[in-house]
């Protein structure tokens, strides 16, 4: 979300802003989502395969920063900054998997197989940074429509230690991990404002990118990001403003294997299928513009 630069003589609250500062506090949950498809075949007789999952994390509210640089009436510069922080557990009770089958009337043997329970205990981390030139391309007295580009920064980590409570064939074990990507991005920009009176403002803002244009990770995919803001200016320098914003990274990636199956009638099985991935943060605003 950036701070308005309509430029309106009518409006005299926003004549003298060419710096534009809002400091705001952003309550968002996370939402990640993992889901693979596949087809097995051994030559003769193929298999679907599907499976998904997620992990969601309650909100906590964050610091959230913004900065507008009005150089002309149409031209600006734009940066946001948002920092995500969320200690987290997730509990898994334990199962028991049967083999079953792979293919249709070939039954693969072997005794049911115990899952044992498992206990993680992680902090999920986000931050993101971009940096946007716009232009108007609308420019009245109450409406202004802005077109730019710039770069986005993304650090995206997880870190945490797993215990297991073992089986009569397992024995307990304890792991930690960290996985971090971070990498800048060439990225699309576009903001929509609206003035319905002097002192009140609504903006709508959205930026995209695809991560092939940049270093962030390797998988195919994209990330989008959109957010709404209504502002009331006190003073000719000081506003409140309220919000809503929203990004999303969604990555896929194929994959491909092989291996042995116990049955031999059966043989070697080969399997390809897409492994996706989505990561949502979403969630209120709220805090104080400061323009001069």
Not at 124 to 140: G, I, K, R
Not at 147 to 156: I, K, S
Not at 221 to 249: A, K, M, S
Request: aromatic fraction near 12%; hydrophobic fraction near 35%.
């Amino acid at each position: 979300m950036s701070c308005l630069a309509v430029t309106a003589q009518a409006q005299d609250f926003s004549d003298d802003a060419r710096f534009e500062i809002r400091l705001s506090a952003f309550n968002p949950e996370a939402n990640i989502r993992l889901a693979g498809t596949g087809v097995a075949t051994d030559g003769e007789q193929t298999e679907d395969l599907a499976a998904s999952g997620g992990i969601d994390s309650d909100g906590r509210w964050r610091p959230r920063g913004e900065f507008a640089f009005n150089m002309t009436p149409r031209q600006s510069l734009r940066l946001n900054y948002y920092d995500y922080r969320r200690n987290q557990s997730w509990n898994f009770d334990g199962d028991w998997i049967d083999p079953g089958n792979i293919f249709d009337e070939v039954e693969i043997p072997g005794e049911p197989v115990e899952i044992p329970a498992v206990d993680i205990d992680g902090r999920l981390s986000f931050e993101l940074a971009s940096l946007n030139y716009e232009f108007a391309v609308v420019d009245t007295p109450r409406f202004q429509w802005g077109l730019g580009a710039g770069v986005t920064h993304a650090v995206l980590e997880a870190r945490g230690t797993g215990t297991s409570t073992g089986t009569g064939e397992i024995d307990p074990q304890w792991e930690s991990f960290r996985w971090k990507k971070d990498g800048t991005s060439p990225n699309l920009h576009t903001r929509v404002s609206w003035a319905p009176t002097e002192r009140l403002r609504v903006e709508a803002q959205a930026q995209y990118l695809d991560t092939r244009w940049g270093d962030f990770v390797d998988e195919r995919g994209h990330f989008e990001r959109g957010g709404l803001i209504v502002e009331y200016l006190v003073t000719e320098r000081l506003g409140i403003h309220v919000g809503y914003d929203w990004f999303r990274l969604k990555l896929s990636d194929d994959y491909r294997g092989s291996f042995e199956a116990p049955a031999e009638s059966v043989g070697n099985v080969d399997v390809t299928g897409k492994l996706t991935g989505q990561f949502k943060v979403h969630g209120p605003m709220a805090g104080v513009t400061f323009r001069f």
